[in-house]
């Protein structure tokens, strides 16, 4: 049987994925301890990267997830 490599790190705080969501929450964590970052193979293969259209967000009174969902999602 081939012997595996292994690796030991220690931080404060582990993320697991490199999106947006991951990204944004290692910055603010970073401001209270270390931070590791799993990600997949290559740092840029994330879901926030095939997402080219941008990130959409209800932000007005007009505006629902009701709506987004309708038209991003169904249609």
């Known amino acids: 049987m081939p012997s595996q490599a292994s690796l030991e790190l220690t931080s404060d705080f582990l993320i697991i994925g490199s999106g947006i969501g991951g990204l944004s929450y290692a910055l603010k964590a970073a401001q209270h301890g270390t931070v590791a970052i799993v990600t997949k193979k290559e740092k840029t293969e994330s879901n926030t990267n095939s997402a080219q259209g941008g990130i959409a967000a209800v932000i007005s009174p007009e505006d629902s997830y009701a ?4 038209l991003d999602s169904i249609q």
């Open 67 to 70: 709506l987004h969902f309708e």
